[in-house]
T-cell receptor
Framework: NAGVTQTPKFQVLKTGQSMTLQCAQD?????MYWYRQDPGMGLRLIYYSASEGTTDKGEVPNGYNVSRLNKREFSLRLESAAPSQTSVYFCASSEALWTDYGYTFGSGTRLTVV | SQQGEEDPQALSIQEGENATMNCSYK?????LQWYRQNSGRGLVHLILIRSNEREKHSGRLRVTLDTSKKSSSLLITASRAADTASYFC?????????FGTGTQLKVEL
Protein backbone atom coordinates (compact mmCIF):
# COMPACT_ATOMS: atom_id res chain seq x y z
CA ASN A 1 0.00 0.00 0.00
CA ALA A 2 1.26 3.47 -0.89
CA GLY A 3 -0.58 5.16 1.98
CA VAL A 4 -0.47 8.93 1.46
CA THR A 5 1.33 10.20 -1.62
CA GLN A 6 2.37 13.82 -2.02
CA THR A 7 3.69 15.55 -5.11
CA PRO A 8 5.99 17.25 -5.75
CA LYS A 9 8.66 16.46 -3.14
CA PHE A 10 10.57 19.69 -3.71
CA GLN A 11 9.60 23.02 -5.26
CA VAL A 12 11.13 26.46 -5.59
CA LEU A 13 8.80 29.34 -6.40
CA LYS A 14 9.31 33.00 -7.01
CA THR A 15 7.29 35.44 -4.92
CA GLY A 16 3.87 35.89 -6.50
CA GLN A 17 3.83 32.59 -8.38
CA SER A 18 1.08 30.07 -7.79
CA MET A 19 1.17 26.32 -7.40
CA THR A 20 -0.88 23.36 -6.26
CA LEU A 21 0.36 20.65 -3.93
CA GLN A 22 -1.23 17.31 -4.60
CA CYS A 23 -2.15 14.65 -2.08
CA ALA A 24 -3.78 11.27 -2.57
CA GLN A 25 -4.51 8.42 -0.16
CA ASP A 26 -5.45 4.84 -0.95
CA UNK A 27 -6.71 3.74 2.48
CA UNK A 28 -10.34 4.74 1.97
CA UNK A 29 -10.00 7.30 4.73
CA UNK A 30 -12.74 9.86 5.15
CA UNK A 31 -10.74 12.76 6.59
CA MET A 32 -7.72 14.55 5.20
CA TYR A 33 -5.49 17.35 6.47
CA TRP A 34 -2.80 19.78 5.39
CA TYR A 35 -0.11 20.82 7.88
CA ARG A 36 2.97 22.97 7.58
CA GLN A 37 6.10 22.33 9.60
CA ASP A 38 8.50 25.11 10.48
CA PRO A 39 11.58 24.93 12.74
CA GLY A 40 10.66 25.46 16.38
CA MET A 41 6.94 25.71 15.53
CA GLY A 42 5.92 22.10 15.30
CA LEU A 43 3.12 21.22 12.90
CA ARG A 44 0.34 23.70 12.31
CA LEU A 45 -2.96 22.80 10.69
CA ILE A 46 -3.75 24.77 7.53
CA TYR A 47 -7.01 23.19 6.32
CA TYR A 48 -8.82 19.95 6.80
CA SER A 49 -11.60 17.99 5.15
CA ALA A 50 -13.86 15.92 7.35
CA SER A 51 -15.29 14.03 4.39
CA GLU A 52 -15.68 14.29 0.65
CA GLY A 53 -17.29 17.58 -0.24
CA THR A 54 -16.40 19.46 2.95
CA THR A 55 -13.42 21.62 3.89
CA ASP A 56 -12.68 23.79 6.92
CA LYS A 57 -10.02 26.23 8.02
CA GLY A 58 -7.39 25.23 10.51
CA GLU A 59 -4.99 27.33 12.53
CA VAL A 60 -3.12 29.09 9.70
CA PRO A 61 -5.33 29.19 6.56
CA ASN A 62 -4.41 32.64 5.21
CA GLY A 63 -2.80 32.53 1.78
CA TYR A 64 -4.03 29.01 1.00
CA ASN A 65 -7.01 27.32 -0.60
CA VAL A 66 -7.94 23.66 -0.74
CA SER A 67 -10.03 21.33 -2.84
CA ARG A 68 -11.32 17.92 -1.84
CA LEU A 69 -11.55 16.57 -5.36
CA ASN A 70 -12.91 13.18 -4.34
CA LYS A 71 -12.51 10.82 -1.42
CA ARG A 72 -8.89 10.06 -2.37
CA GLU A 73 -7.52 13.47 -3.24
CA PHE A 74 -7.03 16.70 -1.31
CA SER A 75 -5.05 19.51 -2.91
CA LEU A 76 -3.53 22.66 -1.42
CA ARG A 77 -3.15 25.77 -3.56
CA LEU A 78 -0.97 28.81 -3.03
CA GLU A 79 -2.42 31.56 -5.19
CA SER A 80 0.38 34.10 -4.73
CA ALA A 81 3.35 32.63 -2.94
CA ALA A 82 5.19 34.66 -0.29
CA PRO A 83 8.54 33.99 1.40
CA SER A 84 6.64 33.39 4.67
CA GLN A 85 5.17 30.29 3.02
CA THR A 86 8.59 28.66 2.79
CA SER A 87 8.02 25.48 4.76
CA VAL A 88 7.61 21.74 4.63
CA TYR A 89 4.02 20.78 3.88
CA PHE A 90 2.51 17.51 5.01
CA CYS A 91 -0.72 15.91 3.98
CA ALA A 92 -2.32 13.42 6.34
CA SER A 93 -5.42 11.27 6.46
CA SER A 94 -7.44 9.44 9.07
CA GLU A 95 -10.34 7.03 9.12
CA ALA A 96 -12.64 9.69 10.49
CA LEU A 97 -12.47 13.21 11.79
CA TRP A 98 -12.61 12.38 15.46
CA THR A 99 -9.17 12.16 16.94
CA ASP A 100 -9.60 8.62 18.24
CA TYR A 101 -7.82 7.60 15.09
CA GLY A 102 -4.14 7.95 14.31
CA TYR A 103 -3.14 9.97 11.31
CA THR A 104 -1.19 8.63 8.33
CA PHE A 105 1.21 11.19 6.89
CA GLY A 106 2.75 11.65 3.48
CA SER A 107 6.48 12.21 3.10
CA GLY A 108 6.12 15.96 2.62
CA THR A 109 6.73 18.72 0.09
CA ARG A 110 9.65 21.03 0.77
CA LEU A 111 8.70 24.44 -0.62
CA THR A 112 11.03 27.41 -0.92
CA VAL A 113 9.70 30.81 -1.96
CA VAL A 114 12.37 33.27 -3.09
CA SER B 1 -0.57 27.56 19.00
CA GLN B 2 0.82 24.29 20.33
CA GLN B 3 -1.13 22.32 22.89
CA GLY B 4 1.60 19.85 23.77
CA GLU B 5 5.11 20.79 24.75
CA GLU B 6 7.82 18.12 24.78
CA ASP B 7 10.72 17.98 27.16
CA PRO B 8 13.63 17.76 26.67
CA GLN B 9 14.04 19.42 23.28
CA ALA B 10 17.02 17.18 22.55
CA LEU B 11 18.28 13.94 24.06
CA SER B 12 21.43 11.97 23.31
CA ILE B 13 21.94 8.45 24.68
CA GLN B 14 23.98 5.32 24.02
CA GLU B 15 22.54 2.31 22.26
CA GLY B 16 20.95 -0.05 24.74
CA GLU B 17 19.95 2.69 27.18
CA ASN B 18 16.38 3.76 27.82
CA ALA B 19 15.05 7.07 26.50
CA THR B 20 12.34 9.03 28.26
CA MET B 21 10.63 12.08 26.86
CA ASN B 22 7.78 14.04 28.34
CA CYS B 23 4.82 15.99 27.07
CA SER B 24 2.77 18.57 28.92
CA TYR B 25 -0.48 20.06 27.71
CA LYS B 26 -2.89 22.74 28.83
CA UNK B 27 -6.52 21.81 28.20
CA UNK B 28 -8.64 18.70 28.59
CA UNK B 29 -8.12 16.00 25.99
CA UNK B 30 -9.83 12.91 24.61
CA UNK B 31 -6.58 11.16 23.89
CA LEU B 32 -2.87 11.74 23.41
CA GLN B 33 -0.80 10.31 20.60
CA TRP B 34 2.90 9.94 19.95
CA TYR B 35 4.51 10.15 16.54
CA ARG B 36 8.03 9.60 15.22
CA GLN B 37 9.64 11.55 12.41
CA ASN B 38 12.85 10.42 10.79
CA SER B 39 14.93 13.11 9.12
CA GLY B 40 13.35 14.27 5.87
CA ARG B 41 10.32 12.01 6.26
CA GLY B 42 6.71 12.27 7.31
CA LEU B 43 5.40 11.48 10.78
CA VAL B 44 4.61 7.92 11.74
CA HIS B 45 1.94 7.11 14.33
CA LEU B 46 3.39 5.15 17.26
CA ILE B 47 0.74 4.86 19.94
CA LEU B 48 -2.51 6.38 21.19
CA ILE B 49 -3.57 6.54 24.82
CA ARG B 50 -7.09 7.54 25.79
CA SER B 51 -7.90 9.94 28.59
CA ASN B 52 -9.27 7.13 30.77
CA GLU B 53 -6.09 5.06 30.42
CA ARG B 54 -3.00 5.46 32.58
CA GLU B 55 -0.46 3.30 30.80
CA LYS B 56 -0.08 1.58 27.48
CA HIS B 57 2.60 -0.62 25.93
CA SER B 58 3.57 -1.37 22.36
CA GLY B 59 6.73 -3.39 21.82
CA ARG B 60 9.60 -1.38 23.32
CA LEU B 61 7.37 1.63 23.85
CA ARG B 62 5.66 2.49 27.11
CA VAL B 63 3.38 5.50 27.38
CA THR B 64 1.89 6.93 30.54
CA LEU B 65 -0.76 9.56 30.94
CA ASP B 66 -1.52 11.61 34.03
CA THR B 67 -4.57 13.75 33.32
CA SER B 68 -4.42 15.39 36.75
CA LYS B 69 -0.98 16.77 35.89
CA LYS B 70 -1.78 17.16 32.21
CA SER B 71 1.31 15.26 31.24
CA SER B 72 2.44 12.16 29.39
CA SER B 73 5.72 10.34 29.01
CA LEU B 74 7.11 8.10 26.30
CA LEU B 75 9.69 5.51 27.30
CA ILE B 76 11.72 3.69 24.67
CA THR B 77 13.52 0.74 26.21
CA ALA B 78 16.77 -0.80 24.94
CA SER B 79 17.22 1.94 22.36
CA ARG B 80 18.76 1.29 18.96
CA ALA B 81 20.51 3.55 16.48
CA ALA B 82 17.40 3.23 14.29
CA ASP B 83 15.39 5.00 17.01
CA THR B 84 17.22 8.22 16.17
CA ALA B 85 14.41 10.58 15.16
CA SER B 86 12.20 13.39 16.40
CA TYR B 87 9.28 12.41 18.59
CA PHE B 88 6.10 14.44 18.80
CA CYS B 89 3.15 14.27 21.12
CA UNK B 90 -0.23 15.24 19.75
CA UNK B 91 -3.27 16.00 21.81
CA UNK B 92 -6.71 15.09 20.57
CA UNK B 93 -9.76 17.01 21.58
CA UNK B 94 -12.77 17.32 19.38
CA UNK B 95 -12.04 17.17 15.72
CA UNK B 96 -8.32 17.77 15.30
CA UNK B 97 -4.89 16.91 16.60
CA UNK B 98 -2.56 19.58 17.91
CA PHE B 99 1.14 18.78 17.77
CA GLY B 100 3.99 19.81 20.04
CA THR B 101 7.40 20.98 18.86
CA GLY B 102 9.08 17.62 19.40
CA THR B 103 12.04 15.96 21.12
CA GLN B 104 15.08 15.16 18.98
CA LEU B 105 16.48 11.81 20.07
CA LYS B 106 19.94 10.70 19.02
CA VAL B 107 21.03 7.16 19.81
CA GLU B 108 24.77 6.67 19.45
CA LEU B 109 26.56 3.39 18.84
Amino acid sequence: NAGVTQTPKFQVLKTGQSMTLQCAQDMNHNSMYWYRQDPGMGLRLIYYSASEGTTDKGEVPNGYNVSRLNKREFSLRLESAAPSQTSVYFCASSEALWTDYGYTFGSGTRLTVV
Amino acid sequence: SQQGEEDPQALSIQEGENATMNCSYKTSINNLQWYRQNSGRGLVHLILIRSNEREKHSGRLRVTLDTSKKSSSLLITASRAADTASYFCATGGGNKLTFGTGTQLKVEL
